[in-house]
């Protein structure tokens, strides 16, 4: 049955104030003890600063920056620097020359692993509706090896496969035709658009604006540029898409937004989706061969637990 209380009987529902002398276990309340001193000393530190801080005015010594495994990152020396003539000297010379100089349009086809399950199928049909050009095939038991001659000469510059796992995708390759380079990456945190909360309209077909962050070093400006050959080269700004690749402590974040100015200093943005994550494994020369290629770079399983504050990308 249901039990009606009064507003005065309802105040007295509540249990009293926690104590933790209350706490009967030794060691609990001793660590409860302590924390609670900590939190104290923690908020007096605070008030102190403040207080400090408020005395001094303008003369006050500027705030700290908190330290973060970013901002401590150790120097790596294949950092790119813009003005250096040797990186534009590989850059007109590299696999991506002919994107760049407007001499090839992107056309992308997507395929999956053998029997692909529903998921799997949804994810790449909605990879095609964010990077224009791009067609959906089925595999039907072919070998790589043999797909990439038929796409070279069917005028594809992108094989793009979605490998799957116990009927989720966790696994790309993305090779670049004719010649390469050929990166396989792992993928994680797979959302398609049904399962977005406040998710816009479907995409148009208006070709997105790219964004392309944190790639510094030699191998992630391999990275970029390899992500940035999948788009063409004039994005349609009438439509106000954006797919980004974000790059943080070597994870790809790959999502795709619609945005609109509210006002002169207001934007407002909505995703779309899909969203995914992606981790470099490796890196081959030329296309895929599994058995003879040739590798740039491959993650090494431990190589980042001796310093977790070195990057690749």
């Not at 053998?114 to 039907?140: E, K, M």
């Not at 043999?146 to 993305?174: H, S, W």
Request: hydrophobic share 35%; net charge positive; proline share 6%.
């Amino acid at each position: 049955y249901i039990r009606y209380c009064t507003p005065v009987c309802r105040q007295w529902s509540f249990p009293p104030t926690f104590s933790v002398s209350e706490i009967k276990n030794k060691q609990r309340r001793h660590l409860m003890f302590m924390k609670l001193k900590q939190e104290k000393r923690k908020v007096a530190m605070k008030k102190k600063k403040k207080k400090e801080r408020d005395a001094l005015g303008d003369k006050a010594p500027p705030k700290e920056v908190p330290k973060t495994i970013e901002n401590q990152r150790v120097y790596d020396e294949t950092t790119v620097n813009p003005e250096d003539e040797e990186v534009a000297f590989d850059e007109g010379t590299d696999e991506f020359s002919a994107y760049f100089n407007r001499l090839t349009n992107p056309k992308v086809l997507i395929t999956t692993s053998d029997r692909p399950r529903g998921r799997t199928v949804r994810f790449c049909n909605q990879l095609a509706t964010v990077i224009p050009d791009a067609h959906v095939y089925y595999r039907r038991g072919l070998a790589l090896k043999k797909v990439i001659p038929q796409c070279i000469a069917r005028g594809f510059t992108y094989l793009m496969v979605i490998n799957e796992d116990r009927k989720v995708p966790n696994g790309m390759v993305l090779c670049h035709l004719p010649d390469g380079p050929t990166a396989h990456f792992k993928v994680s945190s797979v959302r398609l658009r049904k399962e977005m909360k406040r998710r816009g309209k479907d995409p148009t077909e208006h070709s997105p604006e790219v964004i392309l962050n944190n790639f510094t070093t030699r191998l992630g400006h391999s990275m970029g540029r390899l992500f940035a050959a999948l788009f063409p080269h004039d994005p349609q700004f009438v439509g106000r898409q954006v797919a980004t690749f974000h790059n943080q402590r070597d994870f790809i974040f790959f999502r795709f937004h619609r945005y609109i100015f509210k006002n002169e200093k207001r934007v407002g943005i909505q995703e779309l989706g899909p969203r995914f994550t992606l981790k470099l494994r490796s890196l081959q020369k030329g296309t895929f061969d599994s058995k003879f290629g040739e590798y740039e770079w491959v993650l090494k399983r431990h190589e980042n637990d001796v310093c977790r504050r070195r990057f690749n990308l």
